[in-house]
C-alpha cells in the first residue's frame, strides 16, 4: 500500500481482519473495492455511496469517505497540466498556479491560463521519470532487466525480438543499466459517437523488457483531449523536453539492494498509423504529392469511380529511400520557402531527440497497414456487389465460405471466434490477421480462381514468415521477393487503382523487420488494447482528460496490490473474486503443479491404462510399470500453452488439443494426459496425424509459399511422450472432406 506524509490519511492496518469471523483483511477488502470500481467504470458518487455502504455495514472497514479514500489510493500521483492558445493552438505553458498567463507568439493574445483550462484548452502529462522509476524500483522490473540483459544471446541468424534488430542494436550498443529504449505509440480514439471529440494518448513499452511483461507495464505519458486532433508541435513540447532531459541527465534509480544507477534513455521507435504518422514527421498525408514517409514515390492519381484517388504503383526501379539527413534538409528548404519540398512540410519536433532518425525512426505497422488496410481491401474486393462481374468475385460463393469459416474451431490464442464474411465491416484487426495467416490459405483454395490465389498466397506466405516467435533473417529475400510481386501483379489482376498506400507500405514491411524485429514486435496491438482499456475508464463528459489518467493510475495499482494481499495464502474464494474484478492472475492452489513449468488443471479422474496407452507409455519410459492405475487430467498447462485432450475439446467451440512435437515428424492430437503411480511424472499421450506439404510455387520465387501448410491424415499409431516434448500449437481446418493443419504463428495480442 502507498502511504502518505499527511497525517490525516487513513491507512488501515492491512494485515488486520474487518471481522473477528471472517479472514478477509482490511488490505484485500480496499483491494477488492478498487478493482470493483474500476471494472464497472463507477462514477464518483457511485464510488461515495458504496464506501457509506461498506463502511455502514462494517464500520471503518474502509477510509471514511471518497477523499480519505483517494488520499491512499492516489499518493504520490501528480500530473502537470499545459495550457495552448484557443485561437491558434500554440503552446503557452505550464498551468502550476505561478504563472498566470503570456502573450501568444502567433496571435499576440494576452491569454490567461485558468480560462484555457475552463475552455477545455490543455493536456495533461504524467512525468515519464516517475513512472520509469516506479517500474524499476516499486514493480521489481530494474532487476530483471539487469538479469534478462546478462543472460540475452540470440543467434544472429534468427530474430527474436525487436532487440535484435539492427536499428536498435545500432542505438543500444551499450546494455541495460546502462541505457533503456522505448517505443512510443500516439493515436486518435474517439471518444463520443455524437461529437468529434478524440482523446489521443502518448503510450511507451520499455523494448528491453520480454514481450509478455512489456505489454503489462505500458506507460501512459500524455492525455490530449478535444475536437479533431491535436497540433503536434504544441503537444510534444514538453514530451520531447522531458525524452531529452532523461537522456542528457540520465534516469536516477535504485536496485532492491540500494544501489544507484544511472540510465540513460532512448525513444527509438515511434509505432503509429498513416494519420498520426505524417502528423509527427510533419511530411504530407498519404493522398498528397510525395505522401509516403519512408520513400520519394511520387504517387499517381487515376480515376476511380466518380473521381480519383492517388496510387503507387511499382515501377521499374524503386523510389529512393528517404533519409533522416536528407528529410532535415528539405524541412529547412521548406521552412524558408513556406511550401512543401518533396512532401516534407517543415521541421518536426522529433529532430531534437537525440540519436533518432525521422525515417528510420517510424515503421509501416502491420495492424493499420496489413491487416485493417491491404486484408480487409482484398476481402471487399473479392465479396462486394459492385465487383461480382469481375473475374476474382467470389461473392456468388459466399454461402459455402461462411460455412467454413463459422465452423472453424481455433485454439484458445485466437481469443475471436471466426464470423461470418457477410459481418466483415464489424471485424477487428485480430479477426483480419487471422483471416490472412490462418484461414484464408484453406478457405479460399478451390474457391478463388487460381491465379488470384496464387496472387494471394504471395502475401500470406510473407506475413506469416515475419510474424513466427523466431524470424530466420535468411527467409527476408524471398519475403521481399514475394511482397515486390504482390504490389507488382495488383494492376494487371486488379487495376491501377487498387494499389493503395496501404498496398505500396508492403514494399517496406521486410526493410523494418530488419530494423526492428519481428512483425509482432512492433505492432500496435498492444497499444490499441490500451485505447479500449482507456476508453472503459470514462464514465462522464467533463474533465475528460483527468478522469481516464486518475483511473488508468488506479488500474496499473491493482498489480501491486495483487501481489501485497493475494500473493500469499489467503481465502480462494476472495482471490477468484478478486480476479475476476481485476483481471489479474492469483495463485490457484488446486492446480497441480509439476516440474518444468507444466500444471495439472481440472478435475481429476482416477482410472486404469489402456491396452494401447500401456504398450505406449513403457515403450517410452522402457520399463514396466507397477500399477496401470494412474490419475487422469482433461487439461494441462505446459509453459503458459494451454493443452486439452481431444474429448474435452470436442465438448467446446475450441480445439487446444493440436500440437507439433520435437524430434517427431507430423502433427499430433492430445489423446489422455496421466500421471504415473506413486510419482509426480506426466505421461501424454498424443495420436499421431500423418502430414504432408501443401504445394503452391511462383514464378522467380524458388520456394513453397505454402510449406507451412499440412494435408493431414488421422492414423491409429499412439505416441507416449514428456509435456516438455509438445513443441509449437497448431491449428486444424477442414475443407471439403479434406483436413488442414498449420503451425500457429506467435499472436502478441488478441
Not at 95 to 105: L, P, Q, R, Y
Not at 187 to 213: A, E
Request: proline residues 4%; aromatic residues 10%.
Amino acid at each position: 500500500m502507498p502511504h502518505d506524509d499527511d497525517q490525516d490519511v487513513y491507512l488501515p492496518n492491512e494485515n488486520e481482519p474487518i471481522h473477528q469471523n471472517t479472514s478477509i483483511t482490511r488490505g484485500q477488502l480496499f483491494a477488492l473495492t478498487v478493482a470493483f470500481m474500476t471494472r464497472h467504470s463507477l462514477t464518483t458518487a457511485a464510488i461515495a455511496d458504496l464506501i457509506l455502504l461498506l463502511n455502514t455495514i462494517l464500520p471503518s472497514c474502509l477510509p471514511e469517505n471518497i477523499y480519505f479514500f483517494n488520499k491512499v489510493l492516489h499518493s504520490g500521483y501528480c500530473t502537470d497540466t499545459y495550457v495552448y492558445c484557443d485561437v491558434c493552438e500554440v503552446f503557452l505553458g505550464k498551468f502550476d498556479g505561478e504563472t498566470k498567463n503570456a502573450v501568444c507568439s502567433a496571435c499576440e493574445k494576452n491569454v490567461f491560463f485558468a480560462d484555457m483550462v475552463k475552455k477545455g484548452c490543455f493536456f495533461i502529462v504524467y512525468p515519464l521519470e516517475k513512472s520509469l522509476r516506479t517500474m524499476l524500483e516499486d514493480n521489481d522490473l530494474g532487476q530483471c532487466l539487469i538479469d534478462t540483459a546478462a543472460c540475452s544471446s540470440t543467434s544472429a541468424a534468427v530474430m527474436a525480438d525487436i532487440t535484435d534488430g539492427d536499428e536498435y542494436q545500432r542505438k543500444n550498443i551499450l546494455p541495460f543499466p546502462n541505457s533503456i529504449s522505448l517505443s512510443c505509440n500516439i493515436d486518435g480514439v474517439p471518444v463520443f459517437k455524437s461529437s468529434n471529440t478524440s482523446m489521443w494518448p502518448i503510450f511507451y513499452v520499455v523494448n528491453n523488457l520480454p514481450f509478455s511483461l512489456r505489454r503489462e507495464n505500458l506507460i501512459l505519458h500524455g492525455l490530449w483531449c478535444g475536437p479533431g486532433k491535436p497540433k503536434m508541435e504544441c503537444f510534444l513540447k514538453p514530451v520531447v523536453n522531458e525524452l531529452i532531459d532523461l537522456h542528457d541527465s540520465k534516469l536516477v534509480w535504485r536496485t532492491k539492494a540500494g544501489v544507484e544507477m544511472e540510465t540513460t534513455v532512448h525513444c527509438d521507435l515511434f509505432v503509429c498509423d498513416s494519420v498520426a504518422r505524417p502528423a509527427l514527421q510533419n511530411i504530407k498525408q498519404f493522398n498528397g504529392k510525395f505522401g509516403c514517409g519512408f520513400c520519394m514515390h511520387e504517387g499517381v492519381l487515376v480515376s476511380k469511380g466518380q473521381g480519383t484517388v492517388r496510387t503507387y504503383p511499382s515501377g521499374n526501379h524503386l523510389p529512393e529511400l528517404r533519409t533522416h539527413e536528407q528529410t532535415v534538409e528539405l524541412a529547412c528548404q521548406a521552412e524558408s520557402t513556406h511550401v512543401a519540398v518533396s512532401g516534407v512540410k517543415g521541421i518536426s519536433l522529433l529532430y531534437l531527440l537525440p540519436d533518432f532518425d525521422i525515417i528510420t525512426g517510424f515503421n509501416p505497422e502491420c495492424m493499420h497497414s496489413v491487416m485493417l488496410g491491404v486484408v480487409r481491401q482484398f476481402a471487399s474486393l473479392w465479396m462486394d456487389s459492385q465487383y461480382s462481374g469481375c473475374a476474382f468475385s467470389i461473392r456468388a460463393k459466399s454461402t459455402m465460405i461462411n460455412s467454413l469459416l463459422v465452423s472453424i474451431k481455433p485454439p484458445s490464442e485466437v481469443k475471436r471466434l471466426p464470423r461470418s464474411l457477410e459481418s466483415r465491416c464489424y471485424w477487428k484487426a485480430s479477426e483480419w490477421r487471422a483471416f490472412l495467416l490462418l484461414y484464408s490459405v484453406v478457405i479460399l483454395k478451390g474457391v478463388l480462381p487460381d491465379r488470384y490465389y496464387n496472387h494471394w498466397i504471395l502475401l500470406v506466405y510473407s506475413v506469416y514468415s515475419m510474424h513466427q516467435k523466431l524470424v530466420d533473417r535468411t527467409c527476408l529475400l524471398t519475403c521481399d521477393l514475394a511482397l515486390n510481386k504482390f504490389v507488382a501483379e495488383i494492376p494487371h489482376l486488379y487495376g491501377a487503382e487498387f494499389v493503395s498506400y496501404n498496398v505500396h507500405l508492403l514494399v517496406h514491411l521486410v526493410e523494418s523487420v530488419k530494423n526492428w524485429g519481428p512483425l509482432w514486435a512492433t505492432s500496435a496491438f498492444v497499444f490499441e488494447d490500451a485505447n479500449r482499456i482507456l476508453m472503459r475508464l470514462l464514465h462522464g463528459t467533463r474533465t475528460v482528460s483527468k478522469q481516464v489518467f486518475q483511473n488508468f493510475h488506479t488500474v496499473h495499482y491493482l498489480k501491486p496490490m495483487a501481489k501485497a494481499y493475494f500473493a500469499n495464502k489467503c481465502d480462494q474464494k476472495v482471490a477468484k473474486l478478486f480476479n475476476k474484478l481485476s483481471h489479474l492472475r492469483v495463485p490457484c492452489t488446486k492446480a497441480v503443479r509439476f516440474e518444468d513449468g507444466v500444471v495439472g488443471v481440472g478435475h481429476r479422474i482416477i482410472s486404469i491404462l489402456s491396452v494401447g496407452e500401456l504398450l505406449a507409455v513403457e515403450a517410452y519410459i522402457g520399463t514396466s510399470l507397477p500399477s496401470i492405475v494412474v490419475t487422469r487430467f482433461s487439461r494441462i498447462i505446459v509453459n503458459g500453452m494451454v493443452m486439452h485432450t481431444v474429448n474435452y475439446s470436442a465438448k467446446f467451440k475450441r480445439n487446444d488439443s493440436l500440437v507439433s512435437l520435437h524430434n517427431h515428424s507430423g502433427v499430433f492430437a492430445l489423446h489422455s494426459v496421466v500421471q504415473l503411480p506413486a510419482t509426480m511424472q506426466l505421461v501424454c499421450f498424443f495420436q499421431r496425424y500423418r502430414v504432408h506439404q501443401v504445394v503452391v510455387h511462383s514464378a522467380e520465387i524458388n520456394v513453397n509459399l505454402c510449406k507451412h501448410v499440412w494435408h493431414a491424415h488421422q492414423t491409429e499409431n499412439l505416441v507416449a511422450c514428456s509435456p516438455t516434448d509438445i513443441g509449437h500449437k497448431c491449428i486444424g481446418l477442414n475443407s471439403k472432406s479434406s483436413f488442414y493443419c498449420m503451425k500457429l504463428p506467435f499472436f502478441e495480442l488478441d
